[in-house]
């Protein structure tokens, strides 16, 4: 057997010239030894020579040429640390994957002959080709499950009972599967969001069901109450039998309903006019009304020319998508929410700060990146101190092909918007990488949610550099969640990454993250969620975990479990059961269990069930209470925030 002997760097070579590495010799800076570097390669879908060359070049680029096969890794970080030789971070990626790909046929020459670099790929020039028209949301159907507190009435105001009533449902349970939904109702899209306590589901059939809080009339029932304990029919007026609903978003005190039609339906509160139907001075409505969107004229034939397929609620704030991918946006513009590059702010009186708020669905069409992002994707560098002005915030360029950028999908926090490029259908000129749909964030910058790196509010749509690259030329973004103050990214192959912070306690995280606890053990996720303070992510193989800060339940866990938890936490309860979509909201949470085959019955059969007989006695306790909020009060009437000294 032949000997081995450890090389400076860590390596171990046998007599024979094999290479070995001991998994806890430091071969990277930060004490990264060899088996951090396998887990990396893992990880990013690169080979181990290329993740441990980026790590011992520490972000400084790389050489204008490339390394012979046999060159050792402490060359090559010599070689990066020299100004003349450097180059953009996203050219070393593509490089040192090149470089390793042929290395095996290099190796078996005799001579190895050392090539020229690739020039750098450079975006395309003009606006890209979108595989258009944009769909509704289109999840598996299946049926309505929910963890968390049926008494919308008690998140963020009252003290939780130590003794879970029938209503506060600890972990996953099937809702009114016999006595609402019967067996030939499949539900087809569920919503709720992080500030909301109500919720909204719809069916195949395109009827929709709501539940929940209904204190500013934002179920549309034509009344207000306390709580609205069972789901729902929602209609609209005159129209009853007539529309069928393929979308819906809800906010903290309203709901947006989408038609089939491509029209909108709003009611709820409107303090901000987040309702967008034209009309800044009612402060609240509680049947559905017609939303007013810009260009949007409704034809002789029944169609329309702005024809909208998604829906996206903050607390007070809303966005659209119409099925050509263009942004509309209505309601506050504190943070820079509308993403029109402004918040009009001003003084109401000494302390108080007003906005400029829109009361009317405004298409917007600038998007932005940051001059640094728009230097690397050129070929150039950045200079020390670069990309920022005088204040020292970051520098940003409009985009070229801003005004035909089209959005497959978008999400609302808090307050703060993640929306995702549609795809493409050719390739752009040079690399396909420039291709990958892009990812852009707006509104505020807290804990670092938007995941430029810094916490700060960004005006218009700005993209996010560190999604962009060779890493995601073949595992592009293809989804995105909002939480209150975080922001989850999918993946085509099932990866997710996080930025912000749910958790009370702990650090934000200020750059876009891997989760690693689930790409390291081969999940691939195919739903995400993100609620106040609770992030969920369901796989292919039938595995939820969730973790968080869950006080009523939401996290899942079950009667007697922990209602936190720091790290990823299997849900016991959906084992095997193959989620299709996830929704967060203030004290619980919604998921769509698919329901197809025997497996998907047999996992089932472990979920419990609630119907209406069960909770008949909260019911009517619910029936007794009034409202909280008088019908003269205005609840959705922001709060303005004092003058920074």
Request: hydrophobic residues 35%; glycine residues 12%.
């Amino acid at each position: 057997m032949p000997r081995k002997r450890k090389s400076a760097n860590g390596v171990e070579v046998s007599s024979h010239g094999h290479r070995y590495r001991s998994s806890s010799s430091v071969v990277a800076p930060g004490g990264g030894t060899a088996s951090d570097m396998s887990k990396l390669s893992h990880t990013l879908g690169l080979p181990v020579d290329a993740v441990t060359a980026i790590m011992n070049c520490q972000g400084q680029g790389v050489r204008s040429s490339r390394r012979s096969n046999n060159e050792d890794v402490a060359s090559t970080a010599a070689a990066a640390v020299d100004p003349a030789m450097m180059n953009v971070w996203g050219d070393f990626m593509a490089e040192e994957s090149a470089t390793n790909t042929s290395s095996a046929t290099a190796s078996a020459s005799a001579s190895a002959t050392k090539e020229e670099p690739a020039a750098p790929s450079k975006p395309s020039s003009g606006p890209r080709s979108y595989a258009l028209p944009i769909q509704p949301p289109q999840p598996t159907p299946g049926l309505l499950a929910q963890t968390g507190t049926l008494d919308a009435s008690i998140p963020g105001r009252s003290a939780i009972s130590k003794t879970p009533a029938t209503q506060d449902l600890e972990c996953p349970t099937l809702l009114f599967p016999s006595s609402i939904f019967t067996p030939d109702i499949q539900i087809a899209h569920i919503a709720t969001s992080p500030t909301a306590c109500h919720s909204v589901a719809i069916t195949t059939d395109g009827m929709a069901y709501g539940w929940g809080r209904n204190e500013t009339g934002q179920l549309g029932l034509g009344y207000t109450s306390a709580v609205v304990p069972l789901p729902t029919q929602l209609s609209i007026p005159g129209e009853e039998q007539q529309i069928e609903f393929v979308g819906a978003s809800v906010g903290k005190y309203h709901t947006l309903l989408v038609g089939k039609n491509g029209l909108v339906y709003a009611s709820g509160g409107n303090g901000c006019g987040q309702l967008g139907i034209n009309n800044a001075g009612v402060k609240q409505i509680e049947k559905f009304r017609k939303c007013s969107v810009m260009g949007q004229v409704e034809q002789e034939d029944g169609d329309v020319t702005v024809k909208i397929v998604k829906v996206a609620c903050g607390e007070e704030v809303s966005a659209l998508l119409c099925s050509s991918g263009h942004l509309y946006t209505t309601g506050s513009s504190e943070h820079g929410l509308l993403g029109n590059g402004e918040t009009g702010e001003y003084i109401i009186t000494a302390g108080r700060l007003g906005y400029a708020n829109c009361a009317k669905f405004m298409r917007r069409s600038i998007f932005v990146q940051s001059e640094a992002d728009a230097t690397a994707a050129a070929g150039g560098t950045t200079a020390v101190g670069g990309g920022v002005d005088s204040s020292g915030k970051v520098k940003c360029v409009h985009l070229e092909d801003g005004g035909q950028i089209s959005l497959a999908s978008i999400s609302c926090g808090k307050n703060h918007f993640v929306a995702i490029e549609a795809a493409t259908t050719t390739p752009a000129s040079g690399s396909g990488a420039t291709d990958v749909p892009r990812v852009f964030t707006w509104g505020s910058g807290d804990y670092g949610c938007l995941g430029h790196g810094i916490q700060a509010d960004e005006y218009y749509p700005r993209l996010v550099g560190a999604l962009r690259g060779p890493i995601f030329a073949n595992n592009h973004p293809v989804d995105a969640v909002a939480g209150s103050n975080c922001t989850l990214v999918r993946t085509k192959h099932g990866h997710v990454y996080y930025v912000g912070k749910h958790r009370q306690v702990g650090e934000a995280t200020m750059r876009f993250t891997l989760i690693d606890a689930l790409a390291n053990n081969s999940h691939n996720v195919v739903a995400i969620g993100a609620g106040s303070a609770t992030v969920f992510c369901s796989t292919k193989a039938g595995v939820t975990v969730s973790w968080g800060m869950g006080s009523h339940g939401e996290l899942g866990y079950g009667t007697g479990e922990n209602k936190s938890s720091a790290k990823p936490k299997f849900v016991n309860v959906l084992d095997s059961c193959l989620v299709s979509a996830v929704a967060c909201g203030m004290g619980h949470t919604l998921f769509l269990i698919r329901n197809e085959d025997a497996e998907d019955v047999k996992a089932l059969k472990k979920v419990p069930k609630v119907e209406k007989d069960d909770i008949a006695q909260f019911v009517e306790q619910i029936k007794g209470k009034k409202s909280d909020v008088g019908a003269d009060e205005q609840p959705a009437k922001k709060k303005q925030r004092s003058k920074k000294k």
